[in-house]
């Protein structure tokens, strides 16, 4: 029963190192795919001369579900709150919607910035806010690239260095 039990805290630690391991690899793909909608609704926008709201709706057709479910809120918004802001818009649809987990403070602050310049904005006005927020989503990107070569084998390595070093002391 006791080797059963080292066994199993080995696991444990070996398992919470690969998790911590994995969140920048998680947040890897997430800012790919933020990236990707951003860019798809710019061009939306930008070519198709199309009403964000409209825009948000079209794109939600082309992403993955945490876009999807965020987009389509603010397209349904768009059509059924006349009276309320884009900015009040956007931003319930970020709280209910997108992840804070994978954002830095200041990362989060830019997300909502963005919904209420793009609200009330020409569209000349509003592709530059669109390229401000590319910008800083890649600088996002850079740097979630970096910690991951970095810290994310450390983390593996850390787990699993934990779990057989918590193994020896309680053998």
């Known amino acids: 029963m006791h080797y059963i039990s080292i066994i199993g805290i080995v696991a444990m630690c070996s398992f ?3 998790y911590a391991g994995g969140f920048g690899k998680k947040r890897i793909l997430f800012f790919l795919e933020f990236k990707r909608v951003l860019t798809l609704l710019k061009g939306e926008i930008r070519y198709g001369m199309t009403p964000i709201g409209e825009a ?4 939600a057709e082309k992403t993955e579900k945490e876009f999807k479910n965020f987009l389509l809120a603010i397209g349904t918004d768009t059509r059924e709150k006349k009276e309320a802001s884009f900015e009040t818009i956007w931003e319930a649809a970020a709280e209910r919607h997108l992840p804070k987990a994978y954002f830095k403070p200041g990362e989060w602050k830019q997300i909502l910035t963005l919904g209420a310049s793009i609200g009330y904005l020409d569209v000349p006005m509003q592709l ?3 390229d401000l927020l ?5 600088h996002g990107l ?8 970095k810290d994310g084998k450390l ?3 850390l787990g699993i260095g934990i779990g057989l070093m918590l193994a020896i002391v309680l053998i």
């Open 142 to 149: 850079d740097g979630a690239r970096k910690r991951q070569e």
């Open 128 to 130: 530059r806010a669109f």
């Open 16 to 18: 919470a190192g690969v």
């Open 155 to 157: 983390y593996q390595t």
């Open 134 to 138: 590319l910008d800083q989503v890649e």
């Open 56 to 59: 948000c709706m079209h794109v």
